[in-house]
Structures are given as C-alpha cells and as structure tokens.
C-alpha cells in the first residue's frame, strides 16, 4: 500500500489550504489515518487523526478549531482542512495509517506516505 500525499504549497498567512492523501490499494476503511507535521528542526507531530467509521477525531492542541480532518472511504483519501494558517504551520505534512481504533500516538502508526511541503509566509 501506498500512502501519496498533496495538495501542499506556498500560501499567505490566514489562508487556507487542503491536504489530501489517498491510499494506492488495500481496504482503507479498515485503517485509521492520521496526520503528523514536521518543522525543521523539530520533532514530528500529530496534526490530527480520525478513526474508520469516522466516529472519533482528534486535534492536537496547537491546531483546533483551525483544522478539520475527514475522509471518503469510497475514495480511498482522508483530507486534512486547513484554514487560518499561521507561519508556524509551516512544516513538512505527512499521513499515515493505523490498525489501532483510536490511534494518538506516533507510535500506533505503521505505514506512513511521503511528505508534502506547507508553506506559510507572514
């Protein structure tokens, strides 16, 4: 299975900007996805994470009310919404899948899509 994020880019600080990550094969509604970021320099985070049906969503902290994660298990593609994007947003973007129901750790994800740039100039 491949895992092959887009939709990143150069944007304007208080823009918005949609990721999207689709699946190349296997039953993806039998996984959770989750979405980490990484700053340069910093250690990878979760972004925010959805479950298979998609019951239970998560936010980290720093992106709630901002973010909004969903997916469309017919097309196989989990979708990370972002709008009112800060410099500090800036970060390489990846997804992920996960056989845990409620994954929240880094820890719980095993197969993992390459990344795509996000950009946020003030």
């Known amino acids: 299975v491949q895992l092959q994020a887009s939709g990143g880019g150069l944007v304007q600080d208080g823009t918005s900007l949609r990721l999207s990550c689709t699946a190349s094969?296997?039953?993806?509604?039998?996984?959770?996805m989750g979405w980490f970021r990484q700053a340069l320099g910093k250690e990878r985070e979760l972004v925010a994470a959805?479950?298979?049906?998609?019951?239970?969503?998560y936010y980290a902290d720093s992106v709630k009310g901002r973010f909004t994660v969903s997916r469309d298990n017919a097309k196989s593609t989990v979708y990370l919404q972002m709008s009112s994007l800060k410099p500090e947003d800036t970060a390489v973007y990846y997804c992920?899948?996960?056989?845990?129901?409620?994954?929240?750790?880094?820890?719980?994800?095993?197969?993992w899509g390459q990344g795509t740039l996000v950009t946020v100039s003030s």
């Open positions: 992920a899948q996960s056989r845990a129901w409620n994954p929240a750790t880094e820890q719980s994800y095993d197969r």
């Open positions: 094969e296997g039953s993806f509604s039998d996984y959770a």
């Open positions: 959805i479950s298979r049906s998609p019951s239970w969503k």
